[in-house]
């Protein structure tokens, strides 16, 4: 089975970096994916990794490890749009395989 | 951007009912998949569909569900008999093909089992 660890939630400033992380225990492991889900919303495809090394796509980046099982998810220039769950995602093959969700990370943006 | 289209947005029904749960994945993509949420908790997976039959299913995909892509445009999910556990909000999600890790869900359809 896959299980993954990330934080409940994390406070941050508008304008700032914020960092979040994942860790992930699998059976077999293909590839990281972040989604962005606001509240109501569906998930959003942010970044996805399936090689060691940082992804960057606009203020967003997303790093993993393969040697530690850990991931994160960068966010930079923090907007108060940007309030919203993350989760990060593992998926054990390629093709039809589905994804398992970390319980995502409750971003809140203070002004 | 293209879209994954689900109907209804809101369904209620009665435990013991059968439900179908519509959705229209994007025109050229090859994967589709069920996912559910319940209210406050992850995104868990339920099946996937390749090639016009299911690729791999989870435990939470017991006897009760199935899935079909009737016409080669919409892909269903069926529940036969809900059970008031079965309430939760249930997207479709589809994908243009192997190698391309980029899943579109669509807006989801909110199941209440009474």
């Known amino acids: 089975g896959q299980s993954l660890e990330q934080p409940s939630e994390v406070t941050a400033v508008e304008g700032a970096i914020v960092q979040i992380n994942c860790t992930y225990q699998t059976s077999g492991f293909y590839g990281l994916s972040w989604y962005q889900q606001h509240d109501g919303g569906a998930p959003t495809f942010l970044s996805y990794n399936a090689l060691d090394g940082l992804e960057e796509t606009g203020r967003f980046s997303s790093f993993l490890s393969r040697s530690d099982s850990y991931g994160y998810l960068l966010l930079q220039e923090l907007q108060m749009k940007d309030s919203a769950s993350y989760f990060c995602?593992?998926?054990?093959?390629?093709?039809?395989?589905?994804?398992?969700f970390g319980k995502g990370t409750h971003l809140i943006i203070q002004p | 951007e293209p879209e994954v289209t689900q109907t209804p947005s809101h369904q209620v029904t009665q435990m013991g009912q059968e439900v179908i749960l519509r959705c229209v994945p994007i025109s050229n993509h090859l994967y589709f998949y069920w996912y559910r949420q319940i209210l406050g908790q992850k995104v868990e997976f339920l099946v996937s569909?390749?090639?016009?039959?299911?690729?791999?299913k989870s435990e939470i995909f017991d006897d009760q569900f199935s899935v079909e892509r009737p016409d080669g445009s919409n892909f269903t999910l069926k529940i036969r008999s809900t059970k008031l556990e079965d309430s939760a909000m249930y997207f479709c999600?589809?994908?243009?093909?192997?190698?391309?890790?980029?899943?579109?869900f669509g807006s989801g359809t909110q199941l209440s089992v009474l």
């Open positions: 995602a593992a998926q054990s093959g390629g093709g039809a395989d589905g994804l398992t």
């Open positions: 999600a589809s994908k243009l093909d192997r190698g391309n890790e980029k899943l579109f």
């Open positions: 569909f390749y090639n016009n039959e299911i690729s791999e």
